[in-house]
């Protein structure tokens, strides 16, 4: 049958798999031999759900936007990740990845964060399950993202400055991989998307799979059926979305819409959009598109949403995109500023400025009103407050 699965070399078509250094492989190679095993026991199940009820607070709601509807023609439903504890969906994975790590024997985590978001959430489960967490960061990103900073440290994470190259996520990224290599056997490194080298991208997506699992349910409650006529989320390295997509991946009656930030415009040097912009390329020991000059180096992205500012998508996306299987809508800056004002003043939701650009999809895609649209509400707006205010002037 074919499928937008990965298959067991991590591979989603052409893209994925492991481009490690040899010094990194007993790493991947335990993960990659344990994690499955580990995710279907019956104990490991019980012990992550029950940590998502009590403690991230699923299942999220399912909520039917009746203002937005009303004013796009189509019935629209909001996955309300917002809701989850530290107001994302990241924490989702944080805390499949703390539990992984215990299984494995480790007793040290590491995780490099850009905007801080995912450094927040690894920071948070470590508090949980009392274990050491070091977070890199770039020491520019340092600087812009003073709030995140503080959680960590509050939470009792040692963030350390990435000081090399551009002093940000890329730099971060390389420091931790390096502390990966010096430290195999105690620490466990939580990557906060569906990127990187195998077993990466499928574990995140497993992990977020719970999205999806939910919505199934819920629609039924609703509608009468499991099955919406799209689902839409937006995409940085993908794992909202992979969780939103997941178990719908082979069942063609359902669309699925990936929204990327175009950042200033597509063809304005300032963007994110990987699946209009991107090569085929390498980028974190995963085959994938990416945005790169000619020969090769990867070009530095910008988007006004942090979390939507990575050069690269999963391998996933990158196969969902090439297969014709995912419909990609890029966004600027712009539309996706003016989306997130109207569905707050629409609906009382502030989202994040990610989530944002997935709401500014109407403009370029028309749906039917009976047609069932679910949005991934990837996460709540009080972090964006100081952009859309300075934005708005409000
Ligand atoms: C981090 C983040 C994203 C982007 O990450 P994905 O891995 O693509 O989901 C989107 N929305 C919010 C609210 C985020 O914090």
């Not at 977020?208 to 629609?219: A, D, F, G, R, T």
């Not at 996933?316 to 539309?335: C, N, Q, V, Y």
């Not at 569905?343 to 400025?353: D, F, H, M, T, Y």
Request: net charge negative; proline share 5%; aromatic share 8%.
């Amino acid at each position: 049958m074919k499928t937008y699965h990965a298959d067991e070399r991590g591979y989603y078509g052409e893209f994925g798999g492991a481009f490690i250094p040899e010094m990194l492989y007993p790493n991947c190679e335990e993960l990659r031999q344990n994690y499955l095993r580990i995710m279907v026991d019956p104990s490991f199940q019980e012990e992550f759900h029950q940590l998502l009820k009590d403690y991230v607070g699923r299942p999220t709601p399912l909520y039917f936007a009746e203002r937005l509807s009303e004013k796009y023609g189509t019935k629209i439903y909001l996955k309300r990740e917002d809701l989850c504890h530290t107001g994302a969906h990241k924490v989702n994975n944080t805390i499949g990845q703390i539990l992984m790590a215990k299984k494995l024997g480790k007793n040290r985590i590491i995780a490099e964060t850009g905007a801080g978001q995912h450094g927040v959430a690894t920071a948070t489960v470590c508090a949980l399950v009392g274990i050491e967490c070091v977070v890199y960061m770039g020491e520019i990103d340092i600087a812009r993202q003073a709030p995140n900073v503080a959680r960590m440290k509050m939470l009792g994470a040692e963030v350390r400055p990435a000081l090399s190259g551009s002093k940000t996520l890329k730099d971060a990224t390389n420091e931790a991989i390096r502390d990966w290599i010096n430290n195999p056997v105690d620490t466990h490194y939580i990557i906060g998307s569906v990127v990187g080298p195998h077993p990466y991208p499928d574990m995140v997506a497993r992990f977020q799979s719970v999205i999806s699992e939910e919505i199934k349910w819920q629609l039924k409650e609703k509608e009468g059926r499991e099955n919406p006529d799209y689902v839409v989320a937006c995409v940085g390295g993908g794992s909202n979305a992979a969780g939103a997509y997941f178990h719908y991946l082979d069942n063609p009656d359902v669309g699925i819409i990936a929204v990327e930030a175009a950042g200033r415009g597509i063809d304005s040097g300032e963007s994110a959009a990987t699946s209009a912009l991107g090569k085929v390329g390498i980028i974190h020991g995963s085959k994938t598109l990416l945005m790169q000059t000619d020969d090769g180096q990867i070009t530095e992205p910008y988007s006004i949403s942090a979390g939507l500012d990575y050069p690269g998508v999963g391998p996933m996306h990158a196969h969902l995109f090439k297969s014709g299987r995912g419909e990609f809508i890029s966004i600027t800056d712009d539309e996706a500023m003016t989306a997130g004002l109207e569905v707050s003043q629409l609906e009382g939701i502030i989202p994040a400025i990610e989530t944002s650009h997935a709401f500014a999809i109407f403009d370029y895609k028309k749906f039917k009103p009976d047609n069932i649209v679910v949005i991934n509400l990837s996460g709540r707006g009080d972090k964006d407050l100081q952009t859309y205010i300075d934005y708005f002037k409000l």
